[in-house]
């Protein structure tokens, strides 16, 4: 499937929606003009944002501008996991949330949020605190809560930009290739052997013109990307307990050697420590 756009539908007398989806089956990459809370907590999982694509481990905040082309934050996840999302029309709100000082705070950070917010810290615990309480309110004391959320995090310092340019879905409205065939590729031979010009086949373009493409969409080379997605799997084995080496071999590295090279490069950590810290 190419793109997909999602139609929110919101509850009758609600200006938002909360729900807790669960996808990770599917491959969801799609849009919608709503802006979008994510909370999730998993083991480890993958972050597509516009442009910017990274791992999480533990759990991940993040605040999808409108119409930013995101993959659900669930997908291919193995383990168990919980997920909070929260939906919002834009405007927010309308007429009022504009013309309402107190509000300039929160305004400023929805203007920010075409370019993927992803919070951390003490932000991320509270946060997720919050949402969870949302769910046993009415309609009226969520929204009050969901204001309070949201002011939170435009006072957090603790925040990362995942994109530094625009990467609404107009940028992507031209796409005639379908981006979870690349993900089904990778999925299914990051830990054999992939062929860039075998995928770029499979989407009828010539490699240089795939190769292209990707970056595009992306942000990354094909190989970077696969690199990525193998570091990544390779952070939910070793939370299983497997050594070093055999979730190197595992995940399609040959050389024990440059896995744990690139695999610092990546997480920031070597993949002993990253284990030791995150382990059970």
Not at 26 to 55: C, K, M, N
Not at 97 to 123: K, N, V, W
Not at 261 to 277: E, H, R, T, V, Y
Request: glycine share 6%; aromatic share 14%; with cysteine.
């Amino acid at each position: 499937m190419k793109i997909q756009k999602e139609e929110v539908i919101l509850s009758k007398g609600q200006s938002f929606r909360l729900f807790e989806p669960s996808l990770r089956d599917h491959f969801f990459w799609h849009y919608h003009p709503e802006y979008e809370l994510v909370y999730v907590e998993a083991t480890t999982g993958i972050r597509h944002v516009g442009q910017h694509v990274s791992s999480y481990v533990g759990s991940d905040l993040v605040l999808i501008g409108s119409n930013i082309p995101h993959l659900n934050f669930d997908y291919g996840l193995k383990t168990k996991y919980k997920q909070v999302v929260v939906q919002l029309k834009n405007p927010f709100l309308g007429d009022a949330f504009q013309q309402t000082p107190e509000f300039s705070r929160i305004q400023q950070l929805l203007a920010r949020s075409y370019l993927g917010l992803s919070f951390g810290g003490d932000t991320k615990l509270k946060v997720a605190e919050q949402l969870r309480y949302m769910r046993e309110l009415n309609p009226f004391e969520q929204l009050l809560q969901l204001l309070k959320v949201f002011q939170a995090l435009a006072a957090s310092d603790e925040v990362i930009e995942l994109n530094d340019q625009d990467t609404s879905v107009k940028l992507f409205m031209n796409d005639k290739i379908r981006m979870s065939t690349v993900y089904d590729y990778i999925h299914q031979k990051y830990n054999g052997r992939t062929d860039v010009n075998e995928i770029a086949e499979q989407v009828h373009l010539s490699t240089p013109a795939f190769c292209r493409y990707f970056k595009k969409q992306t942000n990354m080379t094909f190989t970077d990307f696969v690199n990525q997605y193998r570091v990544t799997q390779s952070k939910t084995l070793l939370l299983q307990g497997k050594s070093v080496s055999e979730v190197c071999y595992e995940v399609g590295f040959e050389s024990l050697s440059y896995f744990s090279k690139l695999f610092k490069k990546i997480a920031g950590i070597n993949a002993s420590d990253f284990q030791k810290q995150y382990g059970m």
